[in-house]
């Protein structure tokens, strides 16, 4: 609360008067008093811009709130500070030290959106946290951030040119990169961004199918044979979602198996297709990942494409997660035959550290999308334009209405140039090296594949001493997959890092830590391993 009132001390105060409320602002603002936090200024949102003499109101308040702002950054960055504050549901519904999220019909004042602003951080989670392995997309680029405020601010759609002129124009730059960083010939190449990996991935499955069966688009399933896509065990859930999205069902998803690593076996690949076809279905898409979810395991791209050359496949790769190591050129090499793709899935939302959202699928073949997903809108797309339409880009997507996701992004690659995101790319890979060696060299750790991570995803148990004393089997297993959730929830409640959990296939519950911000120094590895050791021991003595 005392915190609440220092930073609002300067904020505008509620009166009762509405109509004197200008005057009684001028007043407060040259007012050897404005310091003191009791001067009593009344304003609603009404007496924010536009209103008639509502500039200064509205700077006020927006300054207010970039203190809050300012002020949570640099909390987020603060080592000492909590990741995370956790209520339980219940307990933020009812109400918590006056911050309540009921709406009512009478409008509250300016000072009290700025404390639920206020509010509304602190019971989050600080994702910046240099102690946030929760996600793959982590940290908060401040460039990227006013990148954000700026496109918030500018609030335009981006579906045509008329309306998003800047925009569109820096969208077509940042993809001539990306293709151009993929490897994809000028004249080759197109894309669109997505909200979210999903999409992206969703995008692939449908430009897939139109391509091979393009009467899908007007006479639906009717056009379509029984259909069979290609995934491993390890990829994203996004590619059943899709067939079932899609009408295709996703028990027609084939998921291909994969090494201990976590890579789709080739032969096995081959061995599904023809399973497909013995039962009658036709196989017409393959979906390899460059950076599984969870071991971020990169599949063998060259021999996939191989064989999706040889039977006449669509090949998509889920590059998600691993496109950003194509940044890099100490790592890009584990991506090669990207290139051979049909179609890329790429996030600058999680390796490159891009405020989220901010997705694209980027399509070999020009002309694909627009063919697949466009209905020319007369009242978007009028053809009779004064100006160049294709850069009407808007009737590409399946949506209408679209966030700008470009700017952080091309604000970003500005700031840093290509090698600062290769810098950053580095530097996350070697804090996951760092933190295999570390765990390498415990006992009371056990990764759970000994090979060094291709990304920057470590999988590793905590063997409380009783879990270690114990034979393998399936009592030490049971025992095994409890430990990684009681130490997160007793995390939780403390607050002070944060790592996910999951188990796979049949391996028991695991933690997977991820590196994505380039604030996380090894010092932050450490924490981690020394908080991990001292729940799991206040646990299980
Ligand atoms: N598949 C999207 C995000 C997954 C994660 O952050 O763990």
């Known amino acids: 609360m005392e915190e609440k009132a220092q930073t609002l001390a300067l904020s505008l105060h509620l009166s009762a008067d509405r109509s004197s409320k200008h005057l009684e602002y001028s007043k407060w603002k040259r007012s050897p008093y404005k310091h003191q936090s009791n001067v009593i200024c009344s304003f609603l949102r009404l007496d924010l811009l536009p209103a008639k003499n509502g500039e200064e109101v509205t700077k006020h308040f927006l300054q207010e709130l970039l203190n809050i702002l300012l002020a949570y950054i640099s909390k987020s960055l603060n080592r000492s500070s909590k990741v995370l504050d956790f209520h339980h549901p219940h307990q933020l519904k009812e109400g918590l030290e006056g911050f309540s999220l009921e709406l009512q019909d009478q409008p509250d004042n300016l000072e009290q959106l700025l404390v639920d602003c206020q509010d509304t951080l602190k019971y989050g989670v600080k994702t910046a946290h240099p102690c946030f392995f929760n996600q793959l997309s982590t940290g908060l680029d401040i460039i990227g951030l006013a990148g954000e405020w700026v496109t918030s601010t500018a609030n335009t759609n981006i579906f045509t040119y008329e309306i998003a002129p800047v925009f569109i124009l820096m969208e077509d730059i940042i993809f001539k990169k990306m293709h151009s960083i993929i490897g994809w010939s000028e004249k080759e190449g197109d894309g669109i961004f997505c909200p979210g990996g999903t999409m992206s991935n969703l995008y692939s499955v449908l430009l897939a199918r139109y391509h ?275 130490i997160k929830a007793k995390m939780m409640e403390e607050g002070m890092t944060m790592i996910g959990y999951q188990p796979l296939g049949d391996k028991v519950n695991f933690f997977r830590c991820v590196f994505s911000n380039p604030a996380t120094q090894k010092e932050d590895v450490d924490f981690l391993l020394d908080e991990i050791t001292r729940l799991g021991r206040e646990l299980y003595s």
């Open 212 to 486: 091979f069966f393009p009467r899908v688009k007007t006479a639906g399933m009717l056009a379509l044979p029984p259909l069979a896509l290609l995934t491993s065990t390890h990829s994203h859930f996004s590619i059943k979602k899709s067939a079932a999205v899609l009408g295709i069902g996703s028990e027609s998803v084939f998921l291909v198996k994969c090494d201990e690593r976590g890579k789709m076996i080739p032969k096995e690949l081959e061995s599904s297709i023809r399973t497909a076809k013995s039962k009658g279905l036709v196989p017409f898409y393959v979906n390899a990942t460059a950076g599984t979810t969870v071991y971020g395991a990169i599949d063998p791209l060259n021999d996939i494409a191989d064989i999706c050359e040889r039977f006449g496949l669509w090949m998509h790769v889920d590059a998600a997660w691993g496109g950003g190591l194509l940044l890099s050129k100490r790592h890009r090499m584990k991506l090669q035959g990207i290139d051979r793709a049909s179609s890329i899935t790429w996030n600058p939302h999680k390796m490159m550290g891009v405020p989220l959202q901010c997705s694209v699928i980027l399509v070999q073949k020009k002309g694909l999308l627009q063919e697949c997903n466009q209905l020319c809108a007369e009242y978007l797309f009028q053809p009779d334009k004064h100006y160049d339409v294709s850069y009407d880009t808007g009737d590409k997507s399946i949506q209408c209405g679209r966030h700008v996701d470009i700017f952080k992004l091309w604000l970003m690659w500005k700031a840093k140039g290509s090698e600062g995101f290769e810098s950053q790319v580095n530097h996350c890979l070697e804090n996951a090296e760092y933190l295999y060696y570390k765990l390498k060299s415990r006992k009371d750790f056990q990764l759970v594949f000994q090979s060094q991570p291709e990304h920057s995803n470590v999988c590793f148990w905590y063997l409380p001493t009783s879990v270690r004393n114990m034979p393998p089997g399936p009592e030490r297993d049971r025992e095994l997959h409890m430990v990684a959730p009681k």
